[in-house]
């Protein structure tokens, strides 16, 4: 048993508190304020297992913390809970800089030069922040045997070695094979992993199905 | 037996110009000067069926050429050849706008709110441009058996329903399974298909193997 902070209440950091806490794990789901609904009922859920409290909070309760905020609100999450409160705790970052504010096609907040993953970590030295399950919808990430007996690749990329190390063990344990989680390198690769996005959403509108994943032939 | 112009002297040109000669066409390798040694010996290789010329000349040779030149050229080879000499020519654009000028990585010249593709169809309406195989390496673009059984993904996009139907149709002489070629929608995806290229680039170097596609799991 361990535990996980996990930012934002959407249905990313639901469907990952919802893993976490059927693998045995405690888990604080963080909010803007205490009374987001989302976050109350997923605390009521499992008495003893779950919590909810202040964005803030997911980092007191552990050291590891998905970030499931939208991407272009991250930064700004990560501002509130101010830097004090980051030093050493690993962030495990699923969010795509999407930004819907000029209509369909979303187009990405950062990218190219840097990438959200980066921005972050550049902007919080004092975090560890890997690249991860940012290139599937969120019920695959939990569940990649859902498709294709669950042979297909996910990636990572951070520029710290053991902290890598870590969430390649929780992907395991979410259910990804070793040999499909594919460690990029250090954490310009996100770059990479976040502009894959326009291409996911094109192949979701021509399939009409989100629950894809890429394998990688060779 | 169709005619084919080919923009670019590179590895890419050359490996697309081959397999049209393999598979019975005639090719025009088209470059900046008459002189061009690549282009030359190209021309020489099958006396009767290959031949070289100006970048004007491909699309004087054929109404279908492919654009394998350099992304960050390609505006300014066309613009070479001249809008009066373009139209009603179908360009299967296999380029990507990779910038090196800044280091490594490379950075996409265009990319997020549109594409090299987009540019061209833009600054060139009397085109009908395709986006097709930009996203794998140039030898499994024309041999993809060469991996997993042939059962990967290629996609293409564009404006123009059936030139899109005519590039579909190359691609099945190349080898390409037709239910692995995904259309997706108009040429605005070419941002997708392009913007990949930064995730395709680090899968190559954490993998040592640029022989590699995606195949999409569902």
Same mark, same amino acid.
């Given at each position: ?7 934002? +209440? ?102 190219? +030069? ?22 599937? %919808? ?49 954490? +310009? ?14 192949? %979701? ?14």
């Amino acid at each position: 048993m361990s535990t996980f902070g996990v930012l934002g +209440t959407g249905a990313v950091g639901q469907m990952i508190a919802g893993k976490l806490i059927d693998l045995g794990h405690e888990v604080l789901m963080g909010s803007r304020t205490m009374d987001n609904e989302k976050a109350l009922k997923f605390a009521g859920s499992f008495p003893g297992k779950s919590f909810n409290g202040l964005f803030a909070d997911a980092f007191q309760f552990s050291d590891i913390v998905f970030n499931c905020t939208h991407g272009v609100a991250s930064l700004d999450v990560l501002r509130s809970v101010g830097k004090e409160n980051l030093r050493d705790k690993l962030l495990i970052d699923l969010s795509n800089p999407l930004d819907f504010s000029h209509g369909m096609p979303p187009t990405l907040s950062i990218c190219n +030069t840097s990438s959200l993953a980066e921005s972050i970590q550049s902007e919080f030295p004092e975090l560890k922040v890997v690249k991860a399950l940012n290139t599937t %919808w969120c019920g695959i990430m939990v569940n990649p045997g859902m498709i294709g007996g669950g042979d297909h690749n996910t990636f990572v990329s951070g520029h710290d070695e053991s902290a890598k190390q870590r969430v390649k063990e929780i992907l395991v344990s979410f259910g990804w094979m070793e040999k499909n989680i594919l460690d990029l390198g250090d954490l +310009t690769a996100a770059r990479g992993m976040e502009m894959y996005l326009p291409l996911w959403l094109r192949i %979701w509108g021509a399939t009409k199905n989100g629950a894809f994943n890429v394998k990688i032939v060779s």
